[in-house]
């Protein structure tokens, strides 16, 4: 069922949609009591999409959806999400920078996040708590702020992370600060794969930043593959694959490319030939 360009105003007995299981709201206003309502009480639910529905306000949605296997946020103007979805497999979120709970979600395989802007090191610790059971994930901010003297001392980690997508928008202010991308690998012990998609042209022979011996060692026992687009030679950039060499012993795939890829060109896990692994 598509609900778009609509005023939703619930009747006050109104017991919900039991048996639907495919449902895209998009630029319906409603207030925040009556989509909850209505979510809540679709417990069959297996596909959601919500499109342009501006709350100003939280979405919360303490009702089972037991059966939601996908979900996908865009472009809404809320201030955090929750939904009780155990077996959600993928989830989309394209916009602003919010909290997003999804720790019930244990079988979360999919997780593709487009941001506005954002402080990299905040959106990682939001991510650690609400999304701890991510599988594979996909992070793409277009004008992200990275800090210096960001080291990780979070015991929070991404224990069942296997798969790690970044796109680096790499401006003029922070191409001396691509290093401390390391403080987001050492939250993920078990990763297996990793992609690192660098844009942004003031890269090309950046002579700026710390080395990785600041940094000390930490091992990824785990990664066998690694990826990297967008090489411009920037010492922040080779200190990285230097130090991810270094610290991987299992490695057996390294691939660097120096064509740079936009996010435009790309769906989530996306493979080295153009072929995306999600419909």
């Not at 209505?38 to 639910?45: F, G, I, Q, T």
């Not at 709350?55 to 996908?72: F, K, M, Q, R």
């Not at 202010?173 to 987001?184: A, T």
Request: charged letters at 20%.
């Amino acid at each position: 069922m598509q609900l778009s360009f609509v005023f939703l105003k619930l009747p006050s007995q109104f017991s919900g949609f039991p048996n639907l299981r495919n449902l895209y709201i998009q630029v319906v206003q409603a207030s925040r009591k009556d989509l909850e309502h209505v979510l809540s009480h679709c417990c069959k639910l297996e596909w959601l999409r919500i499109d342009r529905c501006n709350l100003n306000d939280e979405l919360t949605v303490d009702g089972l959806l037991p059966h939601l296997l996908y979900l996908y946020v865009e472009h809404c103007k809320l201030t955090r999400i929750k939904f009780h979805a155990v077996n959600l497999a993928t989830f989309k979120y394209e916009g602003e920078f919010i909290p997003i709970d999804l720790s019930y979600s244990s079988k979360l395989q999919n997780a593709y996040f487009r941001l506005n802007e954002a402080v990299f090191r905040k959106v990682l610790i939001s991510l650690l708590k609400g999304l701890p059971n991510v599988q594979c994930l996909t992070l793409r901010i277009g004008w992200q702020h990275l800090e210096k003297q960001w080291l990780w001392d979070n015991p929070l980690k991404f224990h069942h992370l296997r798969h790690l997508q970044l796109f680096m928008f790499s401006h003029f202010e922070h191409v001396d600060k691509i290093l401390y991308l390391i403080s987001f690998l050492r939250a993920t012990p078990f990763i297996e794969k990793l992609e690192v998609h660098y844009t942004g042209f003031a890269l090309w022979l950046a002579d700026v930043g710390p080395r990785r011996q600041d940094f000390g060692q930490c091992k990824y026992l785990y990664l066998k593959d690694m990826w990297i687009t967008g090489f411009k030679a920037a010492r922040g950039q080779l200190e990285f694959l230097l130090h991810v060499v270094e610290n991987a012993p299992a490695l057996e795939a390294i691939t660097v490319d120096t064509k740079q890829r936009h996010c435009t060109d790309f769906s989530p896990y996306i493979d080295r030939q153009g072929n995306s692994s999600i419909v």
